[in-house]
DNA sequence: TGCGTGGATGAAAAGCTGCTGAGAAAATAT
DNA sequence: ATATTTTCTCAGCAGCTTTTCATCCACGCA
């Protein structure tokens, strides 16, 4: 297990990487935002701790840039500010987890714990696309930290959407993996699920992230 | 919950312990180094506050002294430093939490209750989730601070959506958890036993934890 | 500019799912 | 032995989902 620790105090800093090796990790420092992305970015680590006071680019900022690169690896947040806002705008980032300086070490080691654990636990099942979040374990999903209720079918057709994410796919293929085997008779299931979908997760933006692609199918997009 | 003061100072040890038997701790006090060693390898106690400033040996080696013995109770410094490198010192060396001199007495409850309660959650076996809290071994439930009867069922029915928080979990899986192997014939006794739970447990509340996914199954959550 | 095809939309019927109260059967306590 | 609690089944209902259908709109092409 590699573990990533971003923090610009070289002191606690070597402290806790002191204490991750000797808890049988094996773990690399980094001092400030920029290298941090480069370093994350590699995803050759199963987990990051993450300041988020930093020298120049701060740890939402670096959160938010390899997310949207596509780059999943757990993220526990360090943080001495201890406002609730602070922890809500991190873990709608896509952090797994924060912690609170100051903290204690037991503490800090029994989540990482559990969030390599968690990677450990084969399947991420949350995914993004731009400000888009889909949780297939909790079974909900997020537009910019707003709440949006779908039905089974709507989520069915979303997950699927946003697997393919950037991809056109055409109505066809959206049938065939929702409405199982292959039910020849054409109808317009589909179109009329997109509305649904469009109407609870695109209407109340300017920005439509279900784009149709006339003669051929729909996308999914994050902005460009 | 016994919990042992270590402070030189005669008139804030008293206070200390004042307040902590005020709320409902057993406290002893202790004014050296050396005493407080022998009074923490007792291993009588549940939890040491630590001043670092004492006569003869310190805070630190104190600590330092009791690990290298293996005993693990849980240690909050008291300091009247600020500097993180003492911070550090004190977190590596094993310490749980520290505060720093002067300190409001509700934080230092607060960081009390949290260091005594995660030592009883790892002996006992505790789940929590928001404001309710399920202990397997006196098989209790409250939520906040109110007590809830369960039947053996529906306690089942609630470890196991309690270890599955904020995961959404099937009839499926409830019932092949609790109704041993596959009955397979339907019938809705899981949903039943939801009932039964919410009846006692969220219909007092404006919150309710237990929450339907329709088409899934269902989530114990906290609030969000 | 007008036409045709493909897509969007509203409404309504049909289909389910989950909720609930009642009560029988089984287990447990008195 | 009797009372009480617990477990479980059943059936009806309310409301959400799914699906179909008819109509309307818009884009692209001659």
């Not at 609730?84 to 912690?99: F, S």
Request: overall charge negative; proline content about 2%.
């Amino acid at each position: 297990m590699r573990i990533l620790v971003v923090e610009d105090e070289k002191d606690m800093n070597r402290i806790i990487v002191k204490r991750l090796v000797a808890e049988g990790y094996c773990a690399d420092a980094c001092y400030d935002g920029e290298s941090a992305c480069d370093y994350i970015c590699l995803e050759e680590y199963d987990g990051v701790i993450l300041d988020i006071m930093l020298p120049g680019m701060d740890g939402f900022e670096v959160l938010k840039k390899v997310r949207e690169k596509g780059v999943q690896t757990p993220v526990l947040f360090l943080t001495a500010r201890d406002s609730t806002a602070d922890v809500v705008k991190g873990l709608d980032l896509g952090a797994d987890d924060y912690i609170v300086k100051p903290f204690a070490f037991q503490e800090l080691m029994a989540r990482i714990r559990v969030m390599t654990r968690k990677k450990a636990d084969v399947r991420e099942n949350v995914y993004r696309c731009g400000a888009l979040t889909v949780d297939c374990n909790a079974h909900s999903v997020t537009r910019e930290e707003k709440n949006i209720d779908l039905s089974p079918r709507e989520f069915s057709v979303l997950v699927y959407l946003i697997r393919n994410q950037n991809i056109v796919v055409t109505r066809d293929q959206i049938a065939a993996n929702i409405w199982d085997s292959e039910s020849e008779s054409y109808s317009n299931v589909v179109d009329v699920y997109i509305r649904y979908l469009r109407k609870k997760m695109d209407d109340d933006f300017s920005f439509k992230m279900i784009q149709t692609v006339r003669g051929v199918g729909y996308v999914l997009r994050g902005e460009l």
